[in-house]
């Protein structure tokens, strides 16, 4: 079992930054991939960024060169730091983790709600 709390959340102009904050509880060290996901106003939820333990790495192309993805195992937390912002990046922030042996890649296009383990979500709201 791993819970996960997000924060660092909150409401910024178009071209400002934010840092998500993902903290890992309970069985961190059998996390193979984690990850960011977007669920904006009337959306699907969709891939922001993964990372997994195989060194790969994985955005969407919405946020290549904007965002980047890291963590830091020490203190079993995951970031997200996030530049340039636009109002299209406005929604739901929910942090994933999967036990899964995969790529970023597939990471990024195959976890669900379904599947894994899901945090709470932060709300990011972008103003024009």
């Known amino acids: 079992q791993v819970q996960l709390v997000e924060s660092g959340g909150g409401s910024v102009q178009a071209g400002g930054s934010l840092r998500l904050s993902c903290a890992a509880y309970?069985?961190?060290?059998?996390?193979?991939?984690m990850g960011w996901f977007l669920q904006a106003p009337g959306k699907e939820r969709e891939g922001v960024a993964t990372?997994?333990?195989?060194?790969?790495?994985s955005y969407a192309d919405s946020v290549k060169g904007r965002f980047t993805i890291s963590k830091d195992n020490a203190k079993n937390t995951l970031y997200l730091q996030m530049n340039s912002l636009k109002p299209e990046d406005t929604g739901m922030y929910y942090c994933?983790?999967?036990?899964?042996?995969?790529?970023?890649?597939?990471?990024?296009?195959?976890?669900?709600?379904?599947?894994?383990?899901w945090g709470q979500g932060t709300q990011v709201t972008v103003s024009s």
């Open positions: 990372i997994c333990e195989d060194g790969t790495i």
């Open positions: 994933a983790a999967s036990f899964r042996r995969m790529t970023a890649i597939q990471a990024l296009g195959t976890m669900t709600p379904a599947s894994g383990y």
């Open positions: 309970g069985r961190p060290s059998y996390i193979y991939c």
